[in-house]
Antibody, heavy 118, light 110 residues
Framework: QVQLVESGGGLVKPGGSLRLSCAAS????????MSWIRQAPGKGLEWVSY????????NYADSVKGRFTISRDNAKNSLYLQMDNLRAEDTAVYFC???????????WGQGTLVTVSS | DIQMTQSPSSLSASVGDRVTITCQAS??????LNWYQQKPGKAPKLLIY???NLKTGVPSRFSGSGSGTDFSFTISSLQPEDIATYYC????????????FGPGTKVDMK
């Protein structure tokens, strides 16, 4: 079955960097667009970024554009999110998700917590 | 940018009640609208895609309708396991389109 497992979260100081990973299994990663979505504590869902399946074309929310970089390694069945110049407002649980035939998120990981604090 | 609103922000209902949540877009989004359920501490789950299509395996008491700017999500007979927060989500065409979630509706038991 489809499984997505995020890792790499933790505590980082403002201005710092962190790289999240998402290990995919149970499907052919190269066939799907993939995405990162975040949820600040006690808040709603916020789309962060997605990356196309074969051309690796990225798209970002305005709130992270220029600071975050999404990438993928289909051979390693992995999705990544490089987060630079982190701010307190980036504190959230970060989910990776598979994008289905239309733009719906049909499978999600369990999430990894990123805390940006001095 | 397209804005999504949901109402109500929260509601209390009894087992067996019919529950309806609405989602409104700031401009015409055709049927590019999905619905998710999120229970505390868990990842969201897709329930409805393209406004009215029930994801395989999702109970038939869940349904969605609408197009253009006004959408609704209904639980025909609320069950205890339906206690959760529900989000609508809009998308623009890939690969350059943005994704927007509604603010969510928290459903709890009366």
């Amino acid at each position: 079955q489809v499984q997505l497992v995020e890792s790499g979260g933790g505590l980082v100081k403002p201005g710092g960097s962190l790289r999240l990973s998402c290990a995919a299994s149970g499907f052919t990663l190269s066939d799907y667009y993939m995405s990162w979505i975040r949820q600040a504590p006690g808040k709603g869902l916020e789309w962060v970024s997605y990356i196309s399946s074969r051309t690796n074309y990225p798209n970002y929310a305005d709130s992270v554009k220029g600071r975050f970089t999404i990438s993928r390694d289909n051979a390693k069945n992995s999705l990544y999110l490089q987060m630079d110049n982190l701010r307190a407002e980036d504190t959230a649980v970060y989910f990776c998700a598979r994008i289905g035939a239309a733009v719906y998120f049909d499978s999600w990981g369990q999430g990894t917590l990123v805390t940006v604090s001095s | 940018d397209i804005q999504m609103t949901q109402s109500p922000s929260s509601l209390s209902a009894s087992v067996g009640d019919r529950v309806t949540i609405t989602c409104q877009a700031s401009q015409d989004i055709r049927n590019y609208l999905n619905w998710y359920q999120q229970k505390p501490g868990k990842a969201p789950k897709l329930l409805i895609y393209d406004a009215s299509n029930l994801k395989t395996g999702v109970p038939s008491r869940f349904s969605g309708s609408g197009s253009g700017t006004d959408f609704s999500f209904t639980i025909s007979s609320l069950q205890p396991e339906d206690i959760a927060t529900y989000y609508c989500q809009h998308y623009d065409d890939l690969p350059r389109g943005k994704v927007t979630f509604g603010p969510g509706t928290k459903v709890d038991m009366k």
